[in-house]
């Protein structure tokens, strides 16, 4: 009787096994993917990966399968790009081919392909440009969005002052400053940095770019049809996204009562304006819930990102003393202790400019980009990627290539010099991925890069509490985005 039961028992298992193993076979594409380690059914690759750094386990897999190889996350496939050549003949020869972006279900589920971070098609065609022309009509690149920005710069610096040189963990204050730019260009608006309203919206976005990493999301991205019927973590990621969406439909609500078509104010007026013109237009994107979704993703992405690189800037100026002296000798040179920086002056200070790109790159906030998708079967070099499929370009194997960038694991402003201490550009630096699908606001970010970092620096020595080679920079968190580890410091006045 006891020997029946096994033997059930493991006919039992044996069918499952079996069943599962059929209904991953036929999701497994057609096409001719490039190769890759083994997967597993169900599970795919996850065993040969380190979820604590993913980036990481991408590039040890590179030197064993090349440039482009097909990774399995769960059961679905995902090409992986690997180094400046293939990255580059992806996004930019081929760009069009590869223009979709790849699900992202822990957002998708939430957003619904709306707004312009997760949307496909026309859509998101449609929404990026509005974006990108509302963004540039409204300053970006031009001297009155500068302006708003110096003025931030400006707050920021007098925040910092009322520390009196005592330790401070920085983070909150970091924060504040890019995100009343990014209120000015959406509601023109900005708050007080001890501002409820603002106090409320840096615990959720700081909370949720922190969770982005966890293992909670990470196994929600691998099964979320199971997921989202499980307690958990994951739950309380849904719940902050909600609450920045009603806090961007709140401010809508203002807009429309007080709304000018004549005279728009900000992003929100433009968008308004565009719904009501095309409000016969049956197929039209211009809706409350794309300018929800766009705002939020505005708002969201505007803001920690540049926060992020804020403070992880700092710490690296703390940790190396001898280029933070460097940066004071070139601003006290050009600009003194009272002229307020502008982006003119960036021409005027290679070094400085240096030091902000070397931030950006030694940092690699993004290592993996956003997913892409192929729009269509593609032939790629000597392969067919089958439409759908999911393209992970790895931004860190360009930012961290050795040939470009000599010993890339440090922090190293001469990486962005020439011979003759002259800024270097080099097509190397790609923080905000490559092609039409980069960052919508990448000028908007590299002005206020400058600009912050060039003003804090005017007016403080930035001071560890320890020995700076007792510093501790490895990233606390490592997946979709590295994160600072926490610290603290005195910004002693100059």
């Known amino acids: 009787m006891e020997l029946l039961g096994i033997t059930t028992l493991a006919l039992v298992v044996c069918v499952i096994c079996l069943n599962l193993l059929s209904v991953w076979r036929k999701t497994r594409p057609r096409g001719r993917l490039p190769p890759g380690p083994t997967p597993l059914p169900i599970i795919g690759n996850i065993l040969q990966l380190n979820l604590r750094d993913i980036p990481a386990?991408?590039?040890?897999?590179?030197?064993?399968?090349?440039?482009?190889?097909?990774?399995?996350?769960?059961?679905?496939?995902?090409?992986?790009?690997?180094?400046?050549?293939?990255?580059?003949?992806?996004?930019?020869?081929?760009?069009?081919?590869?223009?979709?972006?790849?699900?992202?279900?822990?957002?998708?589920?939430?957003?619904?392909?709306?707004?312009?971070?997760?949307?496909?098609?026309?859509?998101?065609?449609?929404?990026?440009?509005?974006?990108?022309?509302?963004?540039?009509?409204?300053?970006?690149?031009k001297r009155s969005l500068e302006e708003r920005v110096q003025e931030e710069a400006q707050c920021l610096v007098e925040e910092l002052q009322k520390m009196s040189a005592q330790p401070c963990d920085p983070t909150f204050i970091l924060s504040c400053a890019p995100c009343n730019v990014i209120c000015s260009?959406?509601?023109?608006?900005?708050?007080?940095?001890?501002?409820?309203?603002?106090?409320?919206?840096?615990?959720?976005?700081?909370?949720?770019?922190?969770?982005?990493?966890?293992?909670?999301?990470?196994?929600?991205?691998?099964?979320?049809?199971?997921?989202?019927?499980?307690?958990?973590?994951?739950?309380?990621?849904?719940?902050?996204?909600?609450?920045?969406?009603?806090?961007?439909?709140?401010?809508?609500?203002?807009?429309q009562e007080s709304l000018d078509p004549a005279n728009p104010r900000d992003y929100i007026d433009c968008f308004l304006s565009k719904i009501e013109e095309e409000k016969h237009n049956l197929k039209s994107e211009f809706d409350l819930e794309n300018l929800a979704i766009c705002g939020s993703n505005l708002f969201t992405a505007g803001t920690e990102t540049t926060s992020i690189t804020l403070r992880f800037g700092i710490l690296l100026l703390v940790k190396h003393p001898e280029v933070q002296a460097k940066v004071h000798e070139e601003i006290d040179g050009v600009l003194g202790r009272h002229q307020p920086p502008s982006m003119k002056d960036k021409v005027k200070m290679p070094y400085t400019n240096a030091v902000v790109h070397e931030i950006q790159r030694y940092i690699t906030l993004l290592p993996s980009s956003l997913p892409h998708s192929v729009v269509k079967d593609t032939k790629f070099r000597h392969y067919v990627i089958p439409k759908g499929t999911t393209v992970f370009p790895v931004l860190s194997s360009i930012l961290l290539d050795h040939k470009e960038f000599p010993n890339p694991e440090t922090f190293d402003p001469g990486h962005f010099q020439d011979k003759n201490g002259c800024f270097r550009k080099t097509d190397y630096f790609v923080p905000f991925s490559l092609g039409k699908r980069s960052c919508v606001g990448e000028s908007l970010a590299l002005m206020e890069l400058f600009l912050f970092f060039t003003t804090i620096l005017q007016k403080f020595s930035l001071k560890s509490l320890v020995e700076p080679r007792d510093i501790d920079i490895k990233p606390v968190a490592t997946g979709l985005i590295n994160l600072p580890p926490p610290y603290k410091l005195c910004l002693i006045p100059r």
């Open 57 to 141: 386990s991408l590039s040890k897999l590179a030197k064993e399968y090349g440039p482009i190889y097909t990774l399995y996350f769960g059961s679905w496939p995902t090409v992986v790009l690997h180094g400046y050549d293939v990255v580059k003949e992806a996004l930019l020869s081929q760009g069009d081919d590869f223009l979709g972006r790849g699900p992202f279900p822990i957002i998708d589920d939430n957003q619904k392909g709306h707004g312009i971070l997760f949307s496909n098609g026309e859509r998101w065609k449609v929404l990026r440009r509005f974006s990108l022309m509302t963004l540039k009509n409204f300053g970006m690149g």
């Open 185 to 255: 260009i959406l509601f023109n608006e900005r708050f007080h940095y001890k501002d409820r309203t603002l106090l409320t919206l840096m615990d959720l976005l700081n909370k949720n770019f922190h969770q982005v990493n966890s293992i909670w999301c990470q196994l929600y991205n691998l099964w979320p049809k199971f997921m989202k019927y499980m307690p958990g973590k994951h739950n309380e990621f849904f719940k902050r996204l909600d609450d920045v969406k009603h806090f961007i439909l709140e401010k809508v609500k203002e807009h």
